[in-house]
């Protein structure tokens, strides 16, 4: 069965926020705002549009979905 995680890249993250704020259910962050993967990132299959959402608005293009 298809798993999707989703990751933030750590190194290009900014902390816009953005993933946070449009998918509280995937996203964390962290002391200083930086965005990061709740988790392990395993995205259920509901919240499938919303990892794509916050992928598509990270300015700095740091959010990957994974499919497994
Ligand atoms: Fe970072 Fe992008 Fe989220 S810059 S805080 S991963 S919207």
């Known amino acids: 069965m298809k798993v999707l995680r989703v990751r933030v890249d750590r190194e290009r993250c900014?902390?816009?926020a953005r993933c946070f704020a449009l998918a509280p259910e995937l996203f964390e962050l962290d002391q200083w705002g930086n965005g990061r993967e709740r988790g392990d990132g395993a995205v259920p299959a509901?919240?499938?549009q919303k990892a794509?959402?916050?992928q598509a608005n990270c300015p700095e293009l740091a959010i990957t979905i994974?499919?497994?």
């Open 14 to 16: 900014q902390g816009h």
């Open 46 to 48: 509901p919240l499938e």
């Open 66 to 68: 994974i499919e497994e």
């Open 52 to 54: 794509r959402l916050a």
